[in-house]
């Protein structure tokens, strides 16, 4: 875009499908197993500790044994966690490569919105800001004009 040109407004038509993905990204199960306080605890003591059974965390949190295996067993559901079972003892470990994996998709799919609900920042820093790596993002400027794809 030349710096006298104006910025292309995003359609109503962008918007809704930019706020229906928004919503498929905000609702994920990873979203949903840390926006609980105790989970963030758990996620952060396992972090800090490596390898736990679930006794161990449990003496760390002020919740019953029970309501921490279910919490480590819903933050595994989500990924967030690994498991593994040795005889009648369950250790957990933090799966830091998938959750960084999943965030990083997360983020891809946030930013292929940006262009459907959000006009172009006009300044040259936010630009810059809000590109991968660095880089000046490249708003698809025909899709914020037309709407989305077909199949998209």
């Known amino acids: 875009m030349s710096p006298t040109a104006t910025p292309l407004t ?3 038509r962008g918007r809704e499908r930019a706020a229906r993905e928004l919503a498929t990204i905000v609702d994920s199960q990873l979203f949903r197993a840390l926006c609980e306080p105790v989970r963030i605890e758990i996620v952060k003591l396992l972090t800090a ?10 003496a760390q949190v002020p919740q019953d044994r029970s309501v921490v295996s279910r919490h480590l067993a819903l933050l595994h559901r989500a990924g967030v966690v690994r498991r593994e079972k040795v005889g009648r003892q369950v250790f957990f470990e933090l799966d830091g490569t998938n959750v960084v994996v ?10 292929s919105i940006i262009p459907l609900c959000c006009p172009p920042p006009t300044d040259r820093k936010t630009a810059n800001m809000i590109g991968k790596r660095g880089e000046r993002h490249e708003y698809d400027t025909d899709e914020c004009r037309r709407g989305p794809r077909a199949g998209a």
């Open 10 to 12: 995003p359609t109503r």
């Open 49 to 58: 500790q490596g390898r736990s059974d679930v006794q161990t965390v449990a």
């Open 102 to 111: 999943r965030m990083e998709r997360m983020i891809e799919r946030f930013r």
